[in-house]
């Protein structure tokens, strides 16, 4: 029973995508947010969280925006900001870069390593594979079955992507893999609304029932989803560093959300993404406007 139904929701699934795929890019985005919210997106006055991300989608003349959309350029601005403010995280180093029309076939063209490492696209939040086993090496069937899911994600994302990921270079990255084969990291998402970081969230279990939650930085639990949330004690270790790295991480926006990996005492940088989505939000129209109004800039007082 359970899995016809499963197989009954992919169907809609594809369906519904198919139908969203002919309407045009704008109308598109304003009727998944619709299907999302149950209501329809104030555009020409957004105030909500989810309505200033839907509006950003839009945008195609800031050129942030386009380099964001790619975890190359983004990895090279936090490298250089690290190293000048004098952080102390790391960013996963990565062994190589190409352009997929460039992808060696064979496992004796990538580079070996006694080190494991993961491939993911250059241009995608998605599609992260794990490719190697302890030795660095892989083969020629799982890097066909990458390139296969890759182009498979990039199809399905393209018709809601943001039009700047349009302009995003296409590539592909080979990074040293953190953390350890049997347990999946702990994605942890700061949120930085005109500089400062006002959320914190949590992600695990995604190899098997995700886990998220969403702090303020006093502690306070805001949203749940999945099994028991993390204590806010065991974030208290690596906030130090974290908050004063993301705030200078924010690309100047007035929201960025910055991720990070917390393994072995040692920060990693993750990734930054002006156009993520909040689990939850949209669900508690009072926790989104509350959100939609830290992207004002208070204003200063006068002297």
């Known amino acids: 029973m359970a899995e016809a139904t499963n197989s009954l ?7 519904y995508n198919a139908a969203l795929g002919v309407l045009p890019y704008r109308t598109r985005m304003k009727v998944d947010y619709l299907r999302r919210s149950r209501f329809s997106p104030n555009l020409d006055e957004p105030r909500l969280h ?12 800031r050129p942030e925006l386009v380099r964001a959309c790619s975890k190359a350029a983004m990895k090279k601005y936090a490298s250089e900001i690290i190293e000048r403010e004098g952080f102390r995280i790391k960013i996963p180093r990565t062994l190589m870069y190409f352009r ?9 063209d990538l580079p070996e390593s006694t080190e494991p490492w993961v491939m993911k696209p250059n241009h ?3 599609g992260i594979v794990l490719f190697s086993d302890e030795l660095g090496r892989t083969d020629e069937r799982s890097l066909t079955a990458f390139l296969k899911k890759t182009h498979s994600i990039e199809n399905a994302y393209s018709r809601t992507a943001p039009l700047a990921w349009r302009a995003a270079e296409r590539g592909i990255l080979v990074e040293e893999r ?15 609304f005109n500089g400062e970081v006002q959320l914190i969230s949590v992600y695990s279990g ?22 028991l949330p993390p204590k806010f004690d065991s974030l208290i270790e690596f906030l130090p560093a974290a908050v004063p790295a993301a ?8 929201y960025a959300r910055v991720d990070f990996y917390f393994v072995n005492g ?9 156009f993520g989505a909040l689990e939850g939000v949209q669900s508690y129209p009072d926790f989104d406007r509350a959100l939609g109004d830290l992207w004002i800039a208070q204003e200063k007082p006068t002297a």
């Open 206 to 227: 995604r190899r098997d029932v995700l886990s998220v939650s969403h702090f303020d930085l006093d502690g306070t639990l805001l949203f749940t989803r999945g099994p």
């Open 9 to 15: 929701r992919s169907d809609l699934q594809k369906l």
């Open 124 to 126: 995608l939040g998605g």
């Open 266 to 274: 040692q920060l990693f940088f993750g990734e930054i993404s002006p």
């Open 50 to 61: 989810s309505e200033r991300l839907l509006s950003r989608m839009f945008e195609t003349d």
């Open 247 to 254: 705030m200078a991480l924010n690309l100047g926006l007035e």
């Open 178 to 192: 953190i953390g350890s084969s049997s347990a999946a990291l702990v994605d942890y998402k700061m949120h930085v």
């Open 100 to 108: 997929e029309g460039d992808l060696p076939l064979t496992a004796r």
